[in-house]
């Protein structure tokens, strides 16, 4: 979904380029108006905008001024100047750079709506996707991001006494060790299958250049990835080294850093869709840290991007942004000895971080099959006292019996399954019966985790749908929504898809339709009083939105009303 703001001074002009995007359906568009220069720096300071169509010649803020704002705040933006035939002087002054268009007022609609789809089709190919992969070629080979990789791990699990100046120096990490960070997880929610060791790295990297594309614009940042193959990114505001150290100055900057990250990592999800065919989900501290106090980040940061609202979507949570009524974490048989062996190196070299992290993030697929590679050597073992296979058992038991404690699921698996048998090995007649139950046991942990899932995506679209009803002569856009429960917008838009069937716009069209039908049956109400009451600031453009849905005209559905009631 792409955000156009359309901004006039000219009211007519506004509202009506409005009806025009609005039922283009096909261009997926979610659209702004402002009739000010003033009021589009509200918006873009409010939300992320990816293209503007604007006139020139407006009081206070004009056209050019605009854009050195709208490339400030979103330089991906693209402009669209609407121009009269006397306002060509600007234009020659304006030396269009790359991303801008102009095209006159006088134009026919069509031509309208081809520069709007050129600006969006400039934004899906402003990522040179075979570029980015042959410069993670290069960029793997470099000792230097080992070095750095290393350091900035070591400072998220271990003692942060060695955060220095010559340091940072010495390993060419561009930051301020004196000043606050931001930290940013993400993580690759779905890699294409059939993937190489070599080609999955490759394509982590390529996914991480696309990153620093876009976040390199306003931000400094140095990005590693951590055992799970998660993007780690510390961040700071490119001009900190300008910033006086008034503490009002620095967290206002860090604010505005925060506005475009938010907005920026939204466009990154989507390029990752449109061009990788794969899903990325990040989750941002909502204020900066003292680099000393990462390690709790961190941690803090990796729970939170396990956590889910809805199913199979990617993600983009801020961790002091969260609503918390939403969010609601006989005889022995010689073993055979290849098996032991299978057994012992399993838990010399794989820990249960991949189990753990499979579990956590309900990608209950990839955690069958890593469980699965655990258990078959487990189920071949003869002997009950064999301590590969307890060792084995219990790393996995603890593991789940880890996860049911910190979300609370015991008194629900009590309902289906006794899980007192869990880390009680003596209740089992053989590994395999053992086995068998670990299977049942998670394959339930993932049903209940699933129904959590979902209620808390219907307790928000809940939420969104009361208030669409209570507020329907408000400004009702997504941005505004999606603040109501703290989500992002593109976000709620595919949850609210993917839960309910219907977009959200759907929703909000059909609780407009039926407000108006019971006011349009009070004998002396006004057609414009009811387009106010319903979130239509014209009586022309209600009329046209009624005649759609019905197929009559407000007045035509009153007088019918009217004249079957005096029957």
Same mark, same amino acid.
């Given at each position: ?78 402009? &669209? +100047? ?32 081809? !520069? ?31 070095? =750095? ?12 006494? #060695?955060?220095?100046?010559? =340091? ?35 394509? %982590? ?23 799970? /193959?998660? +993007? ?12 006086? @150290? ?18 920026? %990592? #939204? ?30 980040? /961190? ?115 009590? +309902? ?28 339930? &942990? ?21 208030? &669409? ?10 941005? $505004? ?14 949850? /609210? ?9 759907? +929703? ?9 039908? #019971? ?20 009586? !022309? ?5 009624? $005649? ?6 407000? @007045? ?12």
């Amino acid at each position: 979904m792409y955000r156009l703001l359309i901004v006039d001074e000219e009211e007519f002009i506004v509202n009506g380029l409005y009806e025009v995007f609005i039922n283009r359906e096909n261009m997926d568009l979610d659209i702004y108006k402002a009739y000010s220069g003033e009021e589009a720096i509200k918006w873009l300071n409010r939300t992320r905008i990816d293209i503007v169509l604007t006139g020139i010649s407006m009081p206070e803020i004009n056209g050019l001024q605009l854009r050195d704002v709208i490339y400030r705040n979103w330089p991906q933006c693209r402009v &669209i +100047f609407l121009t009269r035939y006397n306002e060509f002087k600007y234009i020659y002054k304006a030396n269009l750079p790359n991303g801008i268009s102009y095209i006159r007022k006088t134009e026919k609609h069509e031509k309208l709506i081809k !520069a709007v789809e050129n600006a969006i089709k400039d934004i899906q190919n402003g990522i040179n996707i075979e570029k980015l992969i042959h410069t993670a070629n290069e960029q793997m080979n470099m000792a230097l991001e080992l070095f =750095q990789k290393d350091y900035l791990l070591h400072l998220l699990h271990e003692d942060p006494s #060695e955060i220095t100046r010559s =340091q940072f120096k010495q390993l060419e990490i561009s930051m301020n060790p004196d000043k606050p960070v931001l930290l940013l997880l993400g993580h690759v929610d779905n890699f294409p299958t059939d993937l190489s060791y070599s080609s999955k790295m490759q394509y %982590l990297y390529s996914v991480r250049l696309m990153i620093d594309q876009y976040l390199s614009t306003r931000i400094t940042s140095v990005c590693v990835m951590d055992e799970s /193959y998660r +993007f780690v990114l510390f961040l700071q505001p490119k001009d900190l080294v300008k910033i006086s @150290q008034l503490q009002t100055e620095l967290i206002a900057d860090y604010k505005k850093t925060i506005s475009f990250l938010k907005g920026t %990592l #939204e466009v990154i999800q989507s390029v990752c869709r449109e061009s990788l065919d794969t899903s990325i989900s990040f989750v941002l501290s909502g204020e900066p840290s003292r680099w000393e106090h990462l390690s709790k980040k /961190y941690y803090s940061l990796s729970q939170l991007l396990n956590y889910r609202i809805g199913t199979n979507i990617e993600m983009l949570l801020v961790d002091n942004e969260l609503k918390s009524d939403i969010i609601n974490t006989s005889s022995e048989v010689p073993e055979l000895e290849a098996d032991i062996k299978v057994l012992e190196l399993m838990i010399r070299q794989q820990g249960m971080e991949t189990i753990e992290l499979y579990l956590e993030s309900g990608q209950k697929d990839k955690f069958f099959e890593t469980l699965t590679e655990w258990v078959i050597p487990l189920k071949l073992m003869k002997s009950k006292n064999s301590n590969a296979a307890i060792e084995a058992y219990y790393r996995i038991s603890l593991t789940l019996l880890s996860y049911i404690n910190r979300c609370k699921l015991t008194e629900k698996i009590a +309902f289906h399954l006794d899980q007192n048998r869990l880390m009680r090995i003596d209740k089992f007649e053989s590994w395999e019966e053992a086995v068998a139950y670990l299977y049942q046991l998670s394959d339930l &942990i993932f049903s209940l985790q699933s129904e959590e899932q979902k209620k808390r995506a219907y307790k928000a679209i809940s939420y969104i749908q009361k208030f &669409i009803e209570k507020h329907m002569d408000e400004d009702l856009s997504l941005v $505004r929504l999606a603040e109501q429960v703290f989500l992002n917008p593109s976000y709620l838009s595919r949850l /609210y898809k993917q839960v309910m069937g219907v977009n959200i716009s759907e +929703f909000i069209d059909s609780v407009r339709i039926k407000r108006a039908k #019971e006011l349009l049956e009070n004998e002396n109400v006004k057609i414009y009083e009811v387009a106010k009451m319903v979130g239509y600031e014209t009586a !022309a453009s209600f009329t046209r939105f009624f $005649r759609k849905a019905t197929g009559r005209s407000p @007045q035509e559905y009153h007088n019918e009303v009217l004249s079957s009631k005096h029957e």
